[in-house]
């Protein structure tokens, strides 16, 4: 950042000392010198350090070149630091008018310092010019502001350089300049190389890196001033040194040791010594940071494929210990530290693999190349079959097995029949105890008989294996081999039934049988029907004799019995004795025309009627009025008809309903049981109105009159 000093530099420039007026010049030269003025001029106003300002301060007016600069010329300057350094004759033409700088002094009290300088005047030519020229260079670093002011010492001299000169003691002014030097303070900015992605066992070569900008590192710095610390475990910064005018280096170097999960923070100088830099006026604080990356682990090489140790058993396998590895099973296996791997199926091989574990600096090595196949020892192996288990049928009983047979070893002398215990039966099978029936062969017998039919076979449930505590010498329990599946069960036989006997009286149309529990029955003849559940059967053929079988109807575990043998033969009774009414003649009635050939005739089915019958019996009522009834006549054996005679006198809008008798006793039919109700309606149409024959023609009575005229009264007649 950069500062600002401002400094005010007073620069009082003066000419102490004009030749002597030559006294023929009289009162016009004093006049002239009253009217000096000056004039104050600079190179640059803003300029870099080191860089030189040229100020020249010159007589404005001058015209008579009786004036002269006297003396020397002397300047003051206020500073905070004596850093400013004046250039006497630095240039042709600063030298051409300027003289040597005569004294330089310091005053600690007004921090002034002070220089003093002698203007060449070899001649008159050049004094003529009055022209006084400096420069000074800025070494120090802040920004400085410097006001420079000066001021002329006026004398007159004569032109004979015997005459001596007149000091006048007038003072001519120059305006104030100011004069802006730019800069920064020296800064020092500390970044690194080399400390990213570390690794624990991985070389670094690194550094840390001090630019300066703004200034110059001294030819001679001081190193442990430059010192860090911090670093990760197992790395080291060598000593600093300045490899250019604005670097300083600090070599990083090792290898880490530690493995670690995040990023450390180096520890750096907070302030730079001034004596490090050239013309530095402070301490300089670095700006930046150092971070190391995180340690990873480690690599580790893989070690060599492992080897068997000893003789595998049946169920384990012990691996050559590798030191600081792991081993795994296989491609998939999950590692472990221990080489011994148990719980292994006999008679199989297997390959293994190592690798050196994980440490807290070092990550695991790559797995080895796989070890040659090694071999587990055959073991025991104990098969599962059955016999017995096959076309099962409910109510059928089943003597069967399970036997576990046992290869390369033998059952020991006494087993745990609980360790052979089956479940999973058909409902009414049952599994005894297990048995050792010899050395390899332990068996359990399965008794009963079914009692509920499934569709399905049924997997008996078996133990998944068998306690190595059964079979002798065995390291590890056995898992057996092989299922045990019982057949689907087949529906029961049931005994046909007796032949199935009559209940009851059969009627005309039905038959009922005796009940058989469970049963269901059929037509055996005079055709053969479907079976059916109830013991009635309706709609047959009255007076028909039928034969019938039974059977015992299917159920959820039976199948259905044979049919039974055929009933006797049971006739059904012939149908009653039916009549209906019917009518002739009735229809198109008319009042005064005679009805001619009607009648009401009863019409006997299923029999005939009796030689003599009861004519009241078959009366009827409600004619259309005019007409009548006769007497019932049997006219044939099935017929017997009431006769409808007369003329009808009543003119009716709609038809009569004759009256019938509701019930013809049964005395009328030769071997009716009972009354019988005859169906059928009769109904007399609607009579509609006579004809009447048109009478003689009309005839006047009395004399006519000249508006009306009287005609002889016909009875019943009307007029037009």
């Not at 080291?236 to 530690?258: L, S």
């Not at 015992?552 to 043998?565: G, V």
């Not at 005679?594 to 009241?616: D, E, K, M, Q, R």
Request: charged share 10%; proline share 7%; net charge neutral.
């Amino acid at each position: 950042m950069k500062t600002m000093l401002k400094r005010a530099t007073s620069i009082i420039m003066a000419l102490c000392m004009m030749a002597a007026l030559i006294p023929a010049l009289g009162p016009t030269a004093l006049a002239a010198t009253e009217n000096l003025t000056l004039n104050f001029s600079y190179s640059a106003s803003t300029v870099a350090p080191g860089e030189e300002v040229t100020v020249t301060v010159s007589l404005a007016n001058y015209t008579d070149t009786s004036i002269f600069l006297l003396d020397a010329l002397s300047v003051e300057m206020e500073l905070d630091t004596a850093k400013l350094e004046f250039v006497a004759g630095s240039a042709t033409t600063i030298a051409t008018h300027t003289g040597a700088m005569l004294t330089t002094a310091y005053n600690a009290t007004n921090r002034k310092v002070i220089f003093t300088f002698l203007p060449l005047l070899p001649d008159e030519t050049i004094a003529r010019t009055t022209n006084t020229l400096f420069s000074f260079r800025v070494k120090t670093l802040p920004t400085i502001t410097a006001t420079v002011e000066a001021e002329f010492d006026v004398a007159l001299k004569g032109r004979d350089t015997n005459t001596p000169a007149l000091n006048l003691n007038k003072k001519v002014a120059a305006p104030k300049i100011t004069i802006f030097v730019e800069t920064s303070d020296p800064a020092i900015a500390i970044t690194s190389t080399g400390l990213g992605a570390l690794k624990v066992g991985q070389a670094v070569t690194g550094s840390i890196v001090f630019t300066l900008s703004n200034g110059t590192y001294a030819t001679t710095i001081t190193p442990a001033n430059f010192e860090v610390s911090g670093l990760p475990v197992g790395l080291t910064a060598g000593t600093a040194t300045r490899t250019g005018n604005t670097v300083v280096t600090v070599p990083i170097t090792g290898t880490p040791t530690t493995a670690n999960a995040s990023a450390s923070a180096v520890t750096l100088p907070t302030s730079i010594p001034m004596a490090n830099v050239t013309d530095a006026d402070a301490n300089i604080t670095p700006t930046g940071t150092v971070s190391a990356s995180a340690v990873a682990k480690g690599d580790q090489t893989a070690p060599a494929a492992p080897t068997v140790s000893g003789t595998p058993t049946t169920a384990s396998i012990t691996l050559n210990t590798i030191t600081g590895a792991e081993y795994r099973q296989g491609t998939t296996g999950a590692w472990q530290d221990s080489p011994v791997f148990t719980g292994l199926t006999p008679g199989t091989g297997y390959t293994f693999f190592a690798r050196l574990k994980e440490t807290s600096n070092l990550a695991a090595s790559p797995a080895s190349a796989a070890s040659a196949v090694i071999q587990t020892q055959a073991g025991p192996a104990i098969a599962v079959t059955s016999t017995g288990l096959g076309a099962l049928k409910v109510g059928q009983a089943v003597t069967g097995s399970i036997i576990y047979t046992v290869s390369n070893g033998t059952y020991a002398t006494t087993i745990t029949p609980a360790n052979f215990a089956v479940t999973g039966l058909p409902a009414g099978l049952s599994a005894a105890a297990a048995v050792r029936t010899s050395d390899t062969v332990v068996t359990i017998q399965v008794t009963g008989a079914p009692t509920a039919a499934s569709t399905s076979t049924a997997s008996v449930v078996l133990p998944t294996s068998i306690p190595m505590a059964n079979v002798a010498g065995a390291e590890a329990d056995i898992t057996r081999t092989g299922t045990v599946t019982a057949s689907a069960v087949a529906k029961g036989d049931q005994t046909a039934p007796a032949a199935p006997t009559v209940s009851g009286t059969p009627t005309s149309l039905s038959i009922t049988l005796s009940t058989i529990t469970g049963a269901e029955y059929r037509i055996a003849s005079p055709s053969v029907g479907a079976w059916q559940s109830s013991p009635t059967f309706s709609g047959l053929t009255p007076n028909t004799g039928y034969t019938f079988n039974a059977r015992l109807a299917e159920t959820t575990n039976y199948a259905a019995s044979p049919a039974s043998a055929a009933s006797a033969v049971i006739t059904t009774a012939p149908l009653p004795p039916a009549i209906a009414i019917t009518s002739t003649g009735l229809t198109g009635l008319r009042v005064g025309q005679a009805v001619t050939g009607a009648s009401i005739i009863f019409t006997l089915s299923n029999g005939t009627y009796a030689t003599t019958i009861t004519a009241a019996n078959f009366a009827v009522t409600g004619l259309p009025a005019g007409l009548t009834a006769g007497t019932a006549v049997r006219t044939s054996n099935t017929i017997v008809t009431v006769p409808i005679t007369g003329t009808p006198t009543t003119h009716t809008t709609s038809a009569a309903s004759i009256t019938l008798p509701s019930s013809i006793p049964q005395a009328n039919v030769t071997g009716a049981t009972a009354n019988i109700a005859p169906t059928g309606t009769v109904s007399a149409s609607a009579v509609a109105k006579g004809d009447q024959t048109a009478p003689a023609a009309p005839t006047v009575s009395g004399t006519p009159t000249t508006t009306s005229i009287t005609l002889n009264t016909i009875t019943g007649a009307e007029f037009r």
